[in-house]
C-alpha cells in the first residue's frame, strides 16, 4: 500500500493549486479518501474527504468554499483543488485511507507568501 501526494508549491495568496494523490495497493474505488494538511509547527488535521463512489464531499470549515475534493477511481487518484489561497493554508498536504491504518506518503509542500 502506497499514497503519492503532488501538485505542491509556492503560490501568492488568492491563488490556486491543484493538489493530486496515486494510490497503489489496495482497491482504490471501494475506500473514502481524505486529506489532511500539517501547519509548520502545529498538529496534523483534517481538510477534506470523499466517499468510494464521490457522491458524498466533506470540508473543515476553515476550507469550505475554497477547497473541492475529487476522486478519478479509473486512475486511482484523489484531488484536492484548492482557490482562494490564504497564508494560513501553508502546510505539507497528505491524503490518506482513514480507519486502514494505512501508511502515511511523503506529503506535497504547499506555501501560500507574496
Known amino acids: 500500500v502506497q499514497l503519492v501526494e503532488s501538485g505542491g508549491g509556492l503560490v501568492q495568496p488568492g491563488g490556486s493549486l491543484r493538489l493530486s494523490c496515486a494510490a497503489y495497493?489496495?482497491?482504490?474505488?471501494?475506500?473514502?479518501m481524505h486529506w489532511y494538511r500539517q501547519p509548520p509547527g502545529k498538529e496534523r488535521e483534517w481538510v477534506a474527504g470523499?466517499?468510494?463512489?464521490?457522491?458524498?464531499?466533506y470540508y473543515a470549515d476553515s476550507v469550505k468554499g475554497r477547497f473541492s475534493i475529487s476522486r478519478d477511481n479509473a486512475k486511482n487518484t484523489v484531488y484536492l483543488q484548492m482557490n482562494s489561497l490564504k497564508p494560513e493554508d501553508t502546510a505539507v498536504y497528505y491524503c490518506?485511507?482513514?480507519?486502514?491504518?494505512?501508511?502515511w506518503g511523503q506529503g506535497t509542500q504547499v506555501t501560500v507568501s507574496s
Open positions: 495497493g489496495f482497491t482504490f474505488s471501494s475506500y473514502t
Open positions: 490518506n485511507r482513514p480507519g486502514w491504518g494505512t501508511p
Open positions: 470523499i466517499s468510494s463512489a464521490g457522491d458524498s464531499v
